[in-house]
């Protein structure tokens, strides 16, 4: 199980500068560990452990699973990671670093959106006024069904919304 971490984030603008931040901490920098930021840095959103470990697509070494988790879990106490439980699927990770995002996420096909924290200010507005809260999208994302769902769109082509392949393998079939 994830555990959110609430450091502030750290800036690294490659895998260099992350691993002179790591040293700058005390922490050692051991193959497991640069393995996991170079999946990191070069994927182009969030993913997940499973996917670093089986070497996201080729573009590093497979590791042990466990070993990610810990690593994945050090970076975040640290400040270099955030992850986010986006629907039914694993949490999944990212920079911490990169832009803030906020999360959307479709109960009907598995489909997330990553929006510019503006884009949900009005319900976080209207959460505020009806409860009190303080809402935040980062960690859980807003649930409910993407525009193609919506619409009852039953076909398989991909929508603008952002599906990785863990999402297009879980999506369950439309009634």
């Given at each position: 199980?994830?555990?959110?971490?609430?450091a502030?984030?750290?800036?690294?603008?490659?895998?260099?500068?992350?691993?002179?931040?790591?040293?700058?901490?005390?922490?050692?920098?051991?193959?497991?560990?640069?393995?996991?930021?170079?999946?990191?840095?070069?994927?182009?959103?969030?993913?997940?452990?499973?996917?670093?470990?089986?070497?996201?697509?080729?573009?590093?070494?497979?590791?042990?699973?466990?070993?990610?988790?810990r690593?994945?879990?050090?970076?975040?106490?640290?400040?270099?990671?955030?992850?986010?439980?986006?629907?039914?699927?694993?949490?999944?990770?990212?920079?911490?670093?990169?832009?803030?995002?906020?999360?959307?996420?479709?109960?009907?096909?598995?489909?997330?959106?990553?929006?510019?924290?503006?884009?949900?200010?009005?319900?976080?507005?209207?959460?505020?006024?009806?409860?009190?809260?303080?809402?935040?999208?980062?960690?859980f994302?807003?649930?409910?069904?993407?525009?193609?769902?919506?619409?009852?769109?039953?076909?398989?082509?991909?929508?603008?919304?952002?599906?990785?392949?863990?999402?297009?393998?879980?999506?369950?079939?439309?009634?």
């Open positions: 199980m994830t555990v959110f971490h609430p502030p984030a750290l800036e690294a603008s490659d895998v260099d500068a992350a691993v002179a931040l790591l040293r700058s901490r005390g922490l050692r920098l051991s193959a497991a560990r640069r393995v996991v930021l170079e999946a990191l840095y070069a994927a182009d959103g969030p993913v997940s452990a499973d996917q670093i470990a089986a070497g996201l697509d080729g573009a590093v070494p497979p590791s042990d699973l466990a070993s990610v988790y690593n994945l879990d050090t970076l975040e106490q640290l400040g270099l990671v955030r992850h986010a439980h986006l629907g039914h699927g694993p949490g999944l990770y990212t920079l911490a670093a990169s832009r803030r995002r906020e999360y959307l996420a479709c109960d009907g096909c598995g489909a997330f959106a990553a929006v510019e924290p503006a884009v949900l200010d009005p319900v976080r507005d209207a959460v505020r006024a009806a409860t009190g809260y303080e809402a935040r999208f980062t960690h994302p807003i649930v409910g069904l993407c525009p193609r769902c919506a619409d009852g769109d039953r076909g398989r082509t991909r929508s603008p919304w952002r599906a990785g392949p863990e999402r297009e393998a879980r999506a369950h079939a439309h009634p």
